[in-house]
């Protein structure tokens, strides 16, 4: 590019950049197809530099498809030098995967001629600017990550304490919203109060709420998370009634100022998740022998975070498998994503998916193993007409309603058929609503779509009497050592009795020999799958194995 086009870039751009954390500026040649970008916005959108060439085309990515044609029919007004409303707001994805709401002000610069050539905007990051929480007034996540960042910039070491409750989705119910933003409203003023001179008090996503604090030890967390949570069983009252609630409680210490405050933030959410879930309520602290994957480190945390995020680096797919019970052909396979890092190598999902599963990079990941699944087994599908591909849904898909819209376009480009694709719910999904959940799964199947539910016992087989499930997998906790545990024996019995009757697919994972695999034989269940049959492997490995080569 010739000097005078970046110098005329420059000159134009030192005119408007007057910025800010939450406010951003480009300046754009509309000739040339380049455009400069300030610093703060490069850094938060996750641009590759500070000028970029096919900008618009970069930016439209980011923006929400659902905003792209309000988005491009403005910007072509403006480019052809229509009159317009100088402002506009469409929502805009941040390099952590984070849909963002941007106010933008833009001006057309034209030449002597009259002809438009250059576009100069400013953009107002308004999830920024809007830093208090209207419910509690508290500052938000935004808010926190920036508090956390500029500690992390001090080298000040810090703890993050994250509580939540344990069904909050329950107390909405029983009391109604506005009793409900009342409860969550006296928490955090009691979480202020016992913060006053230790810490600084956040509310975070959903209705999690926070504190960080740069003078307590974990023994001070320990105390005053038993505090907070004798408040919520005995003192929490609203209108002079007693509401008793429980909540859970995750805390991370944060001493590496080389880790993201983004993966520091996501291990405090999988701790408080699995607080909530596991621990029945009790205290977690990260990385702690409380933890059942206790290989997982904040380092691992942030490699894997920072991968998604380079584009799926380091990340792969293998394949498993699913035969008929009846007769043994192949009729489907489920897919697992594997992630592999020097130095860590190569790492079980199982160590980086439950925590991954908080963080919004997840929902990128999820669609990523979508695409590239169906892309895999689209020959398959066409060699097998029955065969199906089973893939696990991401609680961070399913809470977006953006994802129906990714999902149509992923089955377009693939063109995979949607008959042929079985999405798993998984127990993640059991933090949404049952009203979100129940609207997305009538869509999915409105697709062709089929649904899918991991079961480990009774009360995950709920599902199938709320949702209109197609298939139900047995999972290896109950399937394993089933010769010597009568109670799984019955306990098996009686789920595939239920899914029989209700004329439900069931797969009994988990067989690794033949004795397992004539006890399965015995129940009303349509697919088998274990290493017996086969271990995961990539794609390439899998069209060898003779079960496929029999199947043609």
């Known amino acids: 590019m010739a000097q005078g086009t970046y110098d005329t870039i420059n000159r134009i751009f030192d005119t408007f950049a007057v910025t800010s954390r939450s406010r951003y500026v480009y300046v754009y040649d509309m000739e040339k197809n380049i455009s400069r970008w300030s610093l703060n916005a490069v850094d ?17 990515n980011r923006i929400h498809p659902d905003d792209r044609d309000n988005y491009n029919e403005y910007i072509q007004a403006s480019f052809a030098g229509k009159k317009v409303n100088p402002n506009i707001e469409y929502r805009a994805k941040n390099k952590n995967g984070e849909y963002v709401v941007c106010s933008c002000r833009g001006v057309v610069i034209k030449d002597y001629a009259g002809k438009p050539v250059f576009y100069a905007c400013s953009i107002i ?49 029983r009391y109604g919203y ?19 001179d230790v810490g600084k008090v956040y509310r975070g996503e959903g209705t999690t709420l926070a504190l960080i604090s740069e003078t307590m030890s974990i023994d001070d967390i320990k105390k005053f998370y038993g505090r907070m949570r004798s408040f919520t069983r005995e003192a929490l009252a609203i209108n002079g009634k007693k509401v008793g609630a429980e909540i859970g409680g995750g805390v991370i210490l944060a001493a590496d100022f080389e880790v993201d405050e983004h993966s520091i933030y996501t291990s405090a959410k999988y701790a408080l998740n699995f607080s909530k879930h596991q621990r029945h309520g009790n205290l977690i602290i990260f990385h702690n022998d409380e933890l059942d994957n206790k ?60 925590w991954l599963e908080q963080d919004q990079v997840f929902y990128n990941l999820g669609n990523w193993i979508l695409e590239n699944a169906l892309k895999d087994a689209t020959e398959i599908r066409r060699n097998i007409r029955d065969f199906y591909l089973s893939v696990n849904l991401a609680f961070m898909q399913l809470e977006r309603s953006e994802f129906r819209t990714t999902l149509i376009d992923i089955l377009r480009k693939t063109g995979y058929p949607s008959t042929g694709l079985c999405l798993e719910l998984t127990s993640g999904s059991r933090q949404l609503s049952i009203e979100h959940l129940e609207s997305q799964v009538e869509f999915l199947k409105a697709c062709g779509v089929r649904i899918g539910l991991d079961v480990t016992d009774f009360a995950s087989l709920d599902y199938a009497r709320q949702l209109p499930i197609d298939l139900v997998n047995i999972v290896p906790a109950l399937t394993e050592n089933i010769s010597k545990n009568m109670t799984n024996k019955y306990v098996i019995e ?20 033949e004795e397992t695999a ?23 490995a899998f069209k060898q194995l003779e079960l496929y080569k029999n199947a043609l």
């Open 178 to 196: 506005g009793i409900g933003n009342n409860i969550l409203r006296a928490t955090a003023k009691k979480l202020i109060s016992e913060a006053a």
């Open 295 to 354: 290989k997982s480190n904040i380092d691992m945390v942030d490699a894997v975070r920072n991968s998604v995020i380079n584009g799926m680096d380091g990340f792969y797919l293998e394949y498993q498998p699913i035969v008929s019970s009846v007769d043994g052909r192949l009729v489907g396979m489920e897919v697992f994503v594997r992630w592999q890092k020097e130095p860590f190598g190569s790492v079980s999902p199982a160590e980086f998916v439950p």
């Open 518 to 540: 004539q006890i399965a034989r015995q129940y009303p269940v349509s697919d088998l799958m274990g290493y017996y049959y086969g271990r995961p492997c990539r794609i390439e």
């Open 494 to 513: 009686s789920i595939t009795s239920f899914t029989h009757r209700l004329h439900i697919r069931t797969c009994f994972t988990g067989i690794e020999d």
């Open 125 to 173: 990051n308004k999830g920024i600017v809007d830093n208090n929480d209207p419910i509690t007034l508290l500052p938000n996540h935004y808010e926190m990550l920036n508090h956390m960042r500029q500690l992390k910039l001090k080298k000040k070491e810090y703890a993050i304490l994250m509580i939540n409750f344990m069904d909050f989705g329950d107390i909405n119910r």
């Open 44 to 60: 938060y959108f996750g641009l590759t530099g500070e000028y970029i060439y096919n900008a618009s085309s970069v930016w439209e």
